[in-house]
């Protein structure tokens, strides 16, 4: 019989491991918005000591782990319709208030996803453009406005080798100069003055190999997994 061939293992840090490296990154006492899909590990991942209060743009400021199956309630669920729970002292609010809180300037970080980043911060994450993509911008480009500290969580190329991080957005733009740090499975990297730069290099990779899967020209202010 012919077995199918085995998927190549993923480059450099899991999804596990990204949220881990953003978790760190954001600072004790500090109010966070986590997008739909791979942002949303992020609250699996608050360091010990340390106390974040997630926010979802549904109504929900305290937001905690997921439930495991047993204990999920379908009435308590973030934007992405998952089931969460409430920490102790988390409070519930109409819908309209949760955007009010975010157009205000009261929530301090934002973790999402991107189909594109460009090195001055632009931001693409809603849509190809395409004439049948389904609309989908939900709370984005409010909480790239409103958001004091906007961070992208995401695969450095997509499903078929193209880079999301390229000297220009060519997708439906969501923000301009809005992203402050890129976490992808290969490495950390801010967005500076003279544009992309590596932070950070997923263990067993180099930056060479990082540069070759980036779209525009990167810096190496690396530690090399350090």
């Known amino acids: 019989m012919i077995r199918p061939p085995t998927p190549a293992a993923p480059e450099g840090w899991s999804r596990e491991e990204m949220a881990r490296l953003v978790a760190l990154d954001i600072e004790d006492g500090a109010c966070v918005n986590l997008g739909i899909g791979i942002p949303e590990l992020v609250a699996r991942f608050v360091p010990p000591g340390r106390e974040l209060l997630f926010h979802t743009e549904n109504g929900l400021l305290g937001v905690g782990p997921p439930p495991d199956p047993a204990h999920e309630d379908p009435e308590l669920i973030n934007a ?52 049948d993509a389904i609309p989908a911008v939900g709370g984005a480009m409010d909480l790239v406005a409103g958001v004091k500290r906007v961070l992208v969580m995401t695969e450095h190329v997509t499903k078929t080798g193209q880079p999301k991080l390229v000297n220009r957005c060519t997708y439906p733009l969501t923000g301009l100069g809005v992203v402050s740090r890129v976490y992808s499975n290969l490495a950390v990297v801010d967005i500076t003055p003279q544009g992309f730069a590596a932070r950070r290099i997923a263990p067993g990779l180099t930056f060479d190999h990082v540069r070759e899967r980036t779209g525009a020209p990167i810096l190496d202010w690396s530690d090399h997994g350090v």
């Open 80 to 131: 992405g319709k998952k089931p969460v729970t409430a920490i102790p002292g988390a409070a519930y609010f109409h819908h309209a208030d949760s955007f009010a809180m975010i157009r205000g300037g009261h929530i301090d970080v934002c973790v999402l996803g991107a189909m594109q980043v460009a090195p001055g911060g632009d931001l693409a994450n809603w849509s190809t453009g395409d004439d």
